[in-house]
């Protein structure tokens, strides 16, 4: 088995590629990013790069299926993870195309189970993540049930996104990575079309591009041939970590390296839907600010490494990808493991460093800011606790050295002038814009991309003797879950049936943490009637005090 692992890690290119081969250094260099990985007894990796869109290199690490000791080579399937997003984009704009959709209708149009809004969303509001929609699997872990523990389908998907009364912020506003967006999408694709979306996808796209290898897993205990085991662990205590729910859209696409550099090329060749269709998936979506973002028609177009990217990773489950296009220097890099562990970015573009030219135009490095002095009777009444007004995260202010500092591993802030600070790059800026010296007030931290966001002073925790305040049973109808808070021995808990106990940790009046969310208690005529929770792409989501 060893041996045949060996030889599977051998360059596998097709006549062409000679003509234009890397040398045996940077496949060295290569191997030297998987070498955790090439052994027969761990998950591993397959990977595929293409200069002009003919394959230079197939190489595969790793095995496929542990309990079978099948080796991973470049024609194992794997699931994409958001690699897939691109390709429910792609089937919005081939309809968009026919004239069968329009970018700009209201999602309401083709489903018309969602809530109606202050404002209408777009389908091109979701396709770039500016819907304002929460995320369904964030909502359901909130309830207690995050994907991985149950099955849930197309039509749980949206059940819960109807009975969503309030979104994360006002349309168009901001962006906010969300997976519903996805799911959503794919199920207008499939009511507009009337085929599924593997049928769609299969005849516009994977087809006419000779994606053999490529389809959705929309039935997770379908038996795919060829297709890698997922894992989740690190050493000798993998487990298998597989997908067992029926949604897609968002993730869920089955494919090779092969394939995806297959599509790639599209972005070069224009072969389906013509430069119309190229465009679109190119575009970059736009605030209502006037912002323009990186996320485009489900891939991020950006400059990295010196050179244009376009790119999108994956993770479901214990499946990781990687897909990037670097059109000015005629590569693209498509990378799938079955390694829950592997962080598929920094490694992606490892291997991108190794193959592309080095950049003519490396950028200039800012020089450290030497700033202004201010004194401390000055920083005194900025330091404390604040609240993120968006979305209620907390943030907090030290004195460190005569410097303000962010605490969690911030860095010390440069002084502009007495309101003005920044970090050493220059890029993230905190400015206070209210309040009177002497007394802390709201600020707004703004970076160079032109996201704005603004904080506001708040208390200290109570005194743990106040904890009973918030004892009780509460509910949530848009989570269709119901949770209870205790107090025992000085400290809130947060239980959820059947046995789910986590204690929460005050951090502002009101506010507490736990397992990275947040959960403020609100209060009627000074007593709590509920709690709002943020959670990643979830914001401010309602429990009402029930007894």
């Given at each position: ?297 489900g891939v991020m177009v950006d ?168 004892a009780g049973e509460y509910q949530?109808a848009e989570a269709d879950a ?66």
């Amino acid at each position: 088995m060893r041996q045949r692992i060996a030889l599977l890690s051998l360059v596998i290119a097709s006549p062409l590629a000679a003509q234009t081969p890397l040398s045996s250094a940077q496949v060295s260099r290569i191997d030297s990013i998987f070498a955790k990985y090439a052994s027969p007894d761990v998950p591993g990796c397959a990977l595929g790069v293409s200069r002009r869109d003919t394959v230079i290199l197939e190489r595969a690490w790793g095995s496929a299926d542990l309990e079978q000791s099948v080796a991973i080579t470049p024609a194992t399937i794997f699931e994409g993870g958001s690699v897939s997003k691109q390709f429910t984009a792609a089937a919005i704009f081939r309809l968009a195309q026919q004239g069968k959709l329009a970018l700009d209708s209201s999602v309401r149009k083709y489903l018309p189970e969602l809530p109606a809004y202050t404002s209408p969303i777009t389908l091109r509001h979701m396709i770039h993540h500016t819907s304002g929609f929460r995320d369904w699997g964030t909502v359901m872990a909130i309830a207690g049930w995050p994907r991985g523990t149950r099955t849930y389908t197309q039509a749980h998907v949206l059940d819960i996104m109807a009975r969503q009364t309030a979104l994360n912020y006002p349309v168009g506003t901001e962006y906010l990575y969300s997976n519903s967006n996805y799911n959503l999408l794919a199920m207008i694709a499939e009511r507009v079309s009337g085929k599924t979306l593997a049928e769609f996808t299969r005849s516009e796209i994977f087809e006419p591009l000779g994606m053999t290898s490529s389809g959705w897993r929309d039935d997770y205990a379908r038996i795919v041939k060829g297709r890698a085991q997922a894992y989740g662990g690190a050493d000798k205590n993998w487990r298998l970590n597989m997908p067992f729910e029926n949604v897609y859209g968002n993730s869920s696409l089955l494919t090779t390296v092969g394939d995806l550099l297959k599509w790639s090329a599209n972005f070069g060749s224009h072969r389906i839907g013509g430069d119309e269709f190229v465009a679109m998936e190119l575009d970059r979506g736009k605030l209502s600010t006037g912002r323009v973002i990186t996320y485009a028609g489900g891939v991020m177009v950006d400059s990295v490494l010196g050179t244009r990217e376009i790119m999108h990773d994956g993770a479901t489950a214990g499946y990781r990808a990687f897909l990037a296009r670097y059109p000015d220097a005629g590569y693209a890099v498509a990378m799938l493991c079955n390694a829950g562990n592997v962080d598929p970015v920094p490694m992606g573009r490892a291997v991108a460093r190794v193959v592309l030219p080095a950049s003519p135009t490396a950028p200039t490095p800012r020089p450290d800011m030497i700033g202004v002095t201010v004194s401390e009777e000055k920083l005194k009444p900025m330091l404390g606790s604040y609240r993120l007004v968006r979305s209620d995260d907390p943030l907090t202010l030290v004195l460190e050295g005569g410097r303000l500092r962010i605490t969690d591993g911030g860095p010390l802030l440069v002084a502009v002038s007495d309101r003005h600070f920044t970090t050493p790059s220059g890029r993230t800026h905190l400015l206070w814009d209210s309040g009177v010296q002497g007394k802390r007030g709201t600020f707004r931290v703004f970076v160079d991309a032109g996201d704005t966001t603004q904080y506001e002073a708040i208390g200290a925790p109570l005194a743990s003797d106040r904890f009973a305040d918030y004892a009780g049973e509460y509910q949530s109808a848009e989570a269709d879950a119901k949770l209870s808070i205790l107090v025992e021995k000085g400290e809130v808990i947060m239980f959820g049936r059947p046995s789910d106990r986590t204690p929460l940790k005050p951090i502002y009046a009101d506010g507490f943490s736990a397992r990275g969310s947040f959960i403020r208690f609100t209060r009627k005529d000074g007593k709590v009637d509920g709690f709002l929770v943020t959670s990643g792409r979830v914001r401010r989501l309602r429990f009402d005090k029930t007894s």
